[in-house]
């Protein structure tokens, strides 16, 4: 059976950036804090109006396609990742395929947040080795700035994110050293609450632990939503995080589903030739670096200047590290993620 491999790669970023110090004009934080915290310098913004999720991933996908040598035309299937769509429904991945005048192919939207690239790259690994499709676009694509609370109620969350994209084309290699070895996926839904933004949703509160929220009958109707006035008093139509717990399950399923890559092909750590970590936070990429031994050359972080993008951080730091020249043709590139659900995955591949 052939194997998967990536063909070609882009990613785009908003021309805004934006500082930790003009974070702290409009809310209490300092550029001290974000940095000791999660070692954020700066992140970009999308430009309102202009730009959305499925823009700037038409933007990331034509770089791609480019360096596989193919057309938007070639592309068989798409699959776009983003917690931040345009619209609630549909999803980016046929807005993408309008844009880019794409044939009437099939379209995926994938919804898991941080893991969505690997998700997606998943479930094209299996499209691709069957034969099903020749040429896949993956995409990952955020704008978070659209979506963030700016107040201090907010702020433990907001100065975390950015916007951008990712994208690579998916082809099938015959090649004995190349391609996707293996793909792991998790999910705990017990963690579902800690890093969500519940609203606008359909659940009337009937996932609440808290029974006295539960019985509050749905009051007002916001956008076509049955909200209780505790939901809206509870932050939800905004993204809630507990920090603190997403930190703790991450150090632990980080390098849990690394080794489980990692075994699944008989290799170890120091086989990895480069990690790219989902950027959550640089002190959870420190922290795997650690707990696995890799050196400094083994692992890829560049939050520092995007902040975390969740579905388009792989890609968009697997493009920068191959742009840099960090990755060669038979490496050992490995891809691991962590993030709100709890789902969690990893992917193994040689360049
Ligand atoms: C978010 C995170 C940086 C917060 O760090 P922390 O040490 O856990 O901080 P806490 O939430 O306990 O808050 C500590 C204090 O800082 C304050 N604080 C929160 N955000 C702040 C900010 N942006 N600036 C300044 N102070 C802030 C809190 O209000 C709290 O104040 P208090 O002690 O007076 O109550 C950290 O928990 C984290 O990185 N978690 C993982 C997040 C993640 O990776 N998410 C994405 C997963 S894909």
Request: glycine share 10%.
């Amino acid at each position: 059976m052939p194997r998967t491999k990536i063909a070609g790669i882009g990613k785009y970023v908003p021309e805004k950036t934006v500082t930790n110090d003009d974070l702290a004009k409009v809310m209490d934080t300092s550029d001290a804090w974000i940095q000791e915290r999660t070692g954020i310098k700066e992140r970009h913004y999308a430009a309102p109006y202009k730009e959305t999720s499925a823009t700037m991933g038409v933007k990331a996908a034509a770089i791609a396609i480019e360096r596989a040598g193919i057309t938007a035309q070639d592309i068989d299937f798409v699959i776009f990742a983003t917690l931040s769509p345009d619209y609630y429904f549909p999803g980016c991945g046929v807005l993408l395929q309008r844009i880019m005048g794409m044939r009437e192919i099939g379209a995926l939207d994938i919804r898991n947040q941080c893991s969505g690239f690997i998700y997606s790259i998943s479930i094209a690994d299996q499209f691709i080795k069957t034969g099903m499709y020749k040429n896949i676009l993956v995409v990952g694509a955020e704008v978070h700035s659209f979506g963030l609370d700016f107040s201090n109620t907010g702020r433990n969350v907001t100065v975390i994110f950015g916007d951008g994209a990712g994208a690579v084309v998916l082809q099938a290699t015959e090649k004995e050293n190349q391609g996707i070895l293996s793909t792991h996926l998790h999910s705990d839904g017990n963690g579902a609450e800690l890093l969500s933004m519940m609203n606008p949703g359909f659940h009337g509160g009937i996932h609440l632990k808290d029974e006295s929220k539960k019985a509050a009958p749905p009051t007002e109707l916001y956008g076509g939503v049955f909200i209780t006035p505790e939901e809206k008093l509870a932050h939800d139509f905004y993204p809630n995080m507990d920090g603190q717990s997403v930190f703790k399950k991450a150090v632990e399923k980080f390098p849990e589903v690394i080794m489980e890559a990692l075994q699944t092909n008989g290799l170890q750590p120091s086989d990895i030739n480069i990690l790219i970590p989902h950027q959550a936070n640089l002190r959870i990429s420190q922290f795997i670096q650690q707990k696995m031994k890799l050196r400094d050359d083994q692992v890829h972080n560049n939050i520092q200047q995007y902040g975390n993008t969740t579905a388009a951080s792989i890609p968009i730091a697997l493009c920068e590290a191959w742009e840099l020249g960090k990755i060669k043709e038979g490496d050992l590139v490995c891809l691991a993620a962590f993030g709100s659900g709890f789902t969690w995955g990893s992917a193994l591949l040689r360049w």
